[in-house]
């Protein structure tokens, strides 16, 4: 499946402030049975959107309608827990391309960029500025430029710089994942390889 190219985004947000969302929150257990990555996204926080008669919960911001966007606003320490790779299926099948946090966890984060999602980590303050500008106004923006590793608070004007993995940066703008990049390689390879024949 063709991956698509990450270079700018900018975009409404959809915020869960709560700290500590293990991957268990995201996408429990019991729905592990599947082995392609498709179907996870209406999993989503199955528990949390939920009661237990399967009656969404209307105030859970997946469920409520002011909230919308492909940026995942969360609090401190998300993707916590076991090292499933379908928390990140869920949240990209769902539709999200970025997740926001002050801190994620290493396997979590390194899940997330082998499905084209990027954790975007920023300092605690300005977490703390993304949530008051959305609950102040739901329509508020957010830019990600993953070029320049900028992410910016459209309506207060703050920006903070993020770190990525420069490989994982290059899969992303260029939309490859781990194969692609090799067969792009291809030439760089096969003169490499003439060299030392």
């Given at each position: 499946m063709e991956?698509?190219?990450f270079?700018?985004?900018?975009?409404?947000?959809?915020p869960?402030?709560?700290?500590?969302?293990?991957t268990?929150?995201?996408?429990?257990?019991?729905f592990l049975?599947?082995?392609?990555?498709?179907?996870?996204g209406?999993?989503?926080f199955?528990?949390?959107?939920?009661?237990?008669a399967?009656?969404?919960?209307?105030?859970?911001?997946?469920?409520?309608?002011?909230?919308?966007?492909?940026?995942?606003?969360?609090?401190?320490?998300?993707?916590c827990?076991?090292?499933?790779?379908?928390?990140?299926?869920a949240?990209?099948?769902?539709g999200?391309?970025?997740?926001?946090?002050?801190?994620?966890?290493?396997?979590f984060?390194?899940?997330?960029?082998?499905?084209?999602?990027?954790?975007?980590?920023?300092?605690?303050?300005?977490?703390?500025?993304?949530?008051q500008?959305?609950?102040?106004?739901?329509?508020?923006?957010?830019?990600?430029?993953l070029?320049?590793q900028?992410?910016t608070?459209?309506?207060?004007?703050?920006?903070?710089?993020?770190?990525i993995?420069p490989?994982?940066?290059?899969?992303?703008?260029?939309?490859y994942?781990?194969?692609?990049?090799?067969?792009?390689?291809?030439?760089?390879i096969?003169?490499?390889?003439?060299?030392?024949?």
């Open positions: 991956q698509q190219k270079e700018k985004l900018q975009s409404r947000a959809v869960i402030p709560t700290e500590n969302i293990d268990d929150q995201i996408i429990p257990a019991r049975k599947a082995t392609t990555r498709e179907g996870f209406d999993k989503l199955a528990d949390w959107k939920n009661d237990e399967g009656k969404p919960i209307p105030d859970f911001p997946l469920n409520d309608s002011k909230y919308s966007g492909q940026i995942l606003v969360a609090g401190k320490n998300f993707g827990g076991s090292s499933r790779e379908h928390a990140a299926w949240i990209a099948d769902y999200f391309k970025v997740v926001i946090s002050s801190f994620f966890a290493d396997i984060k390194n899940n997330a960029l082998n499905n084209m999602l990027l954790p975007l980590q920023v300092s605690e303050n300005f977490l703390q500025n993304l949530f500008a959305i609950q102040a106004d739901t329509h508020a923006k957010i830019e990600v430029d070029e320049n900028t992410v608070n459209l309506v207060s004007g703050n920006s903070e710089t993020f770190e993995n490989y994982k940066k290059t899969c992303l703008l260029n939309g994942d781990d194969l692609d990049y090799l067969l792009n390689q291809k030439e760089n096969e003169a490499y390889e003439a060299k030392r024949a």
